[in-house]
């Protein structure tokens, strides 16, 4: 599944405004032109999904092959997705990464003081709509043998935990009780009728913690709209989109 976030909010063309740009990756300060003869630029998101303050040109971001600079792989088929290459402030380095050499080279992985084993494979629906917007890989996740109940793991969020409530009485209740914790948890608010993902908020596990700094456990609940949690709040709308796309898919079948 090949999935280009690409929403006329994230192309800028008003002309004026946007001659003096020039693409932070070949340097250029040109770029494709519409039809309507403004140019295209596109903002440059980091490894979170941020904007940059950067922009990136048509070129580089759509017309050059995807090839795992790891191991010079293609993408022969669109279900493959090869993943953005980011480097270690989290800035894409025009590279891409196939599945395959990500997981391998993410092979093992530090939880705490418990050494992780990532397998290829995996993950719910909600984790894929989670890494589709992240656009990083599901994945398994072992300790020693023991399968972990977390499908993904990003370069800054750790690894993540997906939890999913349905709205009841103005609030969603997130169950977090892993033997395990995940290092940060993404969790998804739907409304009522499950239909849309309303609320997104993405919390450090380090962040949950009570008065006497031990982990709390348990169930979260969150109140719609509520300030305590505003600052955990992202934009649901990329990972609403998702959803729809996933669902809809499943409807025809
Ligand atoms: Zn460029
Ligand atoms: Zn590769």
Redesign the pocket.
Not at 70 to 73: D, F, H, L, P
């Given at each position: 599944m090949t999935i280009e976030l690409v929403g006329d909010d994230e192309i800028r063309h008003k002309k004026g405004v946007y001659d003096s740009v020039r693409c932070r990756l070949c340097g250029s300060d040109d770029t494709k032109i519409q039809s309507n003869g403004y140019p295209i630029w596109i903002e440059d998101k980091n490894a979170k999904g941020d904007f940059t303050g950067y922009y990136i040109c048509y070129g580089c971001q759509y017309d050059k092959d995807k090839i795992?600079h790891?191991?010079?792989?293609g993408q022969i088929i669109k279900s493959i997705r090869m993943i953005k290459y980011y480097d270690s402030d989290g800035l894409w380095t025009g590279e891409y990464?196939?599945p395959?050499?990500h997981n391998k080279y993410n092979r093992s992985y530090r939880n705490r003081n418990i050494v992780l084993t990532i397998k290829e494979g995996g993950g719910s629906v909600m984790d894929v709509v989670i890494a589709t917007v992240l656009e990083i890989q599901t994945c398994s996740i072992y300790a020693g043998d023991k399968r972990l109940p977390f499908g993904m793991i990003h370069w800054d969020y750790g690894i993540i935990g997906t939890k999913t409530s349905q709205l009841k009485d103005n609030k969603f209740y997130f169950n977090i009780n892993e033997y395990i914790c995940a290092d940060t948890y993404f969790c998804l608010g739907l409304d009522e009728r499950m239909d849309n993902i309303d609320f997104v908020y993405i919390i450090p596990t380090d962040e949950r913690t009570n008065s006497t700094g031990r982990l709390k456990e348990g169930r979260l609940s969150i109140t719609k709209n509520s300030n305590k949690y505003k600052r955990f709040e992202a934009d649901s709308e990329p990972y609403n989109d998702i959803y729809h796309v996933i669902v809809e898919k499943e409807d025809i079948r």
């Open positions: 795992c790891k191991c010079g792989t990464i196939c395959s050499c």
